[in-house]
Structures are given as structure tokens and as C-alpha cells.
């Protein structure tokens, strides 16, 4: 697997880290609290194509491949950025790849007149928990009773509160509502789905982690206790060090999952879901190591760590636990188990 980067795959990263540096800056992400929606960097993510380049040409997209989605993803990462982009990005894509029947809305989708989420959990009983972008989206794509649905959300949301500051909710499926796939088709276009979050999200773990480890050790430099900077100490430098590689190794897994799609694609499930099991802790790991040798301060609403403590937590739990994704790697690597 080759990693490096062509050099227009690096002016998307270098582009992309850019506009997040402007436009989603601490004072911006608790401005936009407790919603966890910035329409003014949402809007600067429709001006870039965000949403358009995670479609094909054929359906006016520009066609960008699953490693330029989570080389995107991963600067969203660094930013833990208030704006839906990757459920945007997933749902675009799966419109397109129903065909016909998705293709009205998905015009609207590209054209920014509707915004559409999509909702890693399957629904019970016609009700979906935990929609990541539920209270600010307009449509949702979700798998509800073996097929897989484009319904709007309209007054069938119920905003969740969260630590993480994100725009959760509760969705009630009403009866209008399009038909994207059904059966065995559904399952399977909702599982591709599912792969993408699972691979994008999880580069986007892996970024936050790198940079709340990069703001530990500004943070140990700067701090000093006995006439030394704490950083010096081993018991601040070796955990620091330790996520730090963690980090680098949940980046290359999830890339490896993002390249699966084209390379290796009769291991993309088992690979997504081992990066998003390894992404999710290895960012909870960098985020309660660094906050920790923050002391009292990182606590505090004025540190940026605690940003990235709360939202990789959320960011992950809308799907589940690593134990959850370990369990779909296991279904895709042996096989389901019987009962």
C-alpha cells in the first residue's frame, strides 16, 4: 500500500487544513455550542464542493475516491469541526448509488437546498437513536425494516443532549419517505454505507488524537514544576509518546480502510470497522492522557482539550463501543454467528 500522496491529493489536504484554520477556530467551535452546528462553516463547506466531490461526475460530482474523503476527514479531525461533513458526504454517495429513486433529492443535496444525514444505527420500530447531524438535517438515510429509506425529519426529531455538543436526535420515521432499496439490496447498499462512515470516522479519530497529543506537549513545554518543564518527566513524555504513535497507527489503518475500497474490496468491512475500534480508543486514550497533564486546567471550558475530550467520545458512540465494530469485523472475517 502506497501512502504517499500525489500532488493534488496534497493541495486537497494542505486546502482543506487551511479553511479549517480559518473557519474553525476554538472561539468558533464553543461559539457554536451547544448545537455543535456552524452554519457559517457549513456553508464555507458547500462553496469548497465538500458534498459534491464524494459524488461521480455522471451524477454532478467531481468524483473524488474514498482516500480523498478521509484525507479530508482527517483535517476535520484536527478541527473537531461543528459541521456534519462526513454523514453529508456518506449520504450524498448513497443517494447517488440508488439510482433513480435518490436522484431527486440528491440534486437538491448538491445544490445546498436540502441537507442530508445519515444514520449509522438501524432503526427499531421505525425509530432512529443517536442520528449524528439528526437536529439539523433535513433528510435522513437510514435501514428501517430491510430497506433503506430517504425520509425528511420535519417534527419527527427529538434534539438529544450530549457532552460532545453535537447536533443528535432522536428521528421517528413518518410515512412520507423514499424507497431507496429493499431487501437484500438494501442491506448491502446500507453496509457500504456503513463502511465509508466507519473508515472516514475513523481517520478522523486518528486526527484528533495527533493533535490533542500536539497540544499536551505545547502544554508540557510550557509548564514547569522543581525548576524543569514537566515534559521532562517521564511519567508526562512516555504516555505522550505512546499515543503519539497510536496515533500515527490508527491514521495508516484507517487510510488502509479508505484504499480497501479500490484495492482490497472483499476487505473493506472487516478493515473500517477494525479502524474505527482502533481510532476510537486510541483517541479516548490521547485525549484523557493529554487533558490529564493539563491538571485542574484542562477541566476548564477555556482549554481546547477539553474540546476534543468531549467530541471524539461523541464522535464514536453514535455508533457504538469498539466492542460493537469488533463484533461487525468478526461478521465479516468468520462469518455471522448463529442466534
Not at 437538491?108 to 438535517?137: H, Q
Not at 453496509?191 to 484528533?208: I, K, Y
Not at 474490496?265 to 474505527?276: G, K, S, Y
Amino acid at each position: 500500500m502506497d501512502l504517499s500522496l500525489t500532488s493534488e491529493q496534497r493541495q486537497l489536504v494542505d486546502s482543506f487544513a487551511a479553511l479549517f484554520t480559518r473557519e474553525s477556530t476554538s472561539e468558533r467551535i464553543r461559539a457554536a455550542e451547544p448545537s455543535g452546528f456552524d452554519l457559517k462553516l457549513w456553508k464555507a463547506l458547500l462553496d469548497t464542493g465538500a458534498v459534491e466531490m464524494a459524488v461521480g461526475e455522471a451524477d454532478g460530482g467531481w468524483g473524488a475516491s474514498e482516500l480523498e474523503l478521509a484525507l479530508i476527514a482527517e483535517q476535520f479531525g484536527r478541527a473537531v469541526a461543528s459541521a456534519p461533513i462526513i454523514e453529508a458526504q456518506v449520504a450524498a454517495r448513497t443517494l447517488s448509488e440508488s439510482g433513480e429513486t435518490g436522484a431527486g433529492l440528491l440534486s437538491e443535496v448538491l445544490a445546498g437546498e436540502r441537507l442530508a444525514t445519515f444514520a449509522p444505527r438501524a432503526a427499531c420500530d421505525g425509530r432512529l437513536s443517536l442520528v449524528p447531524a439528526g437536529a439539523v438535517a433535513d433528510h435522513v438515510v437510514a435501514l428501517s425494516e430491510g430497506r433503506l429509506l430517504a425520509a425528511p425529519i420535519g417534527d419527527g426529531r427529538t434534539a438529544v443532549g450530549n457532552l460532545a455538543s453535537m447536533p443528535l436526535a432522536d428521528i421517528t420515521i413518518g410515512d412520507d419517505f423514499v424507497v431507496l432499496a429493499d431487501g437484500a439490496g438494501a442491506r448491502e447498499l446500507f453496509s457500504r454505507a456503513l463502511d465509508l462512515w466507519l473508515a472516514m470516522t475513523a481517520v478522523a479519530l486518528a486526527g484528533a488524537a495527533k493533535r490533542a497529543v500536539e497540544i499536551g506537549v505545547d502544554y508540557a513545554k510550557q509548564r514547569h514544576a522543581f525548576g524543569a518543564a514537566i515534559g521532562s518527566f517521564q511519567a508526562v513524555s512516555h504516555p505522550l509518546a505512546d499515543s503519539a504513535t497510536a496515533a500515527d497507527g490508527a491514521r495508516l489503518l484507517g487510510l488502509k480502510a479508505a484504499c480497501a475500497f479500490a484495492d482490497e474490496p472483499d476487505r473493506v468491512r472487516e478493515l473500517a470497522a477494525m479502524a474505527f475500534a482502533f481510532a476510537y480508543e486510541t483517541a479516548r486514550d490521547a485525549t484523557r492522557r493529554s487533558l490529564h497533564i493539563h491538571g485542574g486546567y484542562g477541566f476548564g471550558m477555556e482549554g481546547d482539550i477539553q474540546l476534543y475530550y468531549r467530541r471524539v467520545r461523541g464522535w464514536a458512540m453514535v455508533f457504538g463501543d469498539p466492542v460493537t465494530a469488533l463484533d461487525r469485523f468478526a461478521d465479516a472475517r468468520y462469518g455471522v454467528a448463529a442466534g
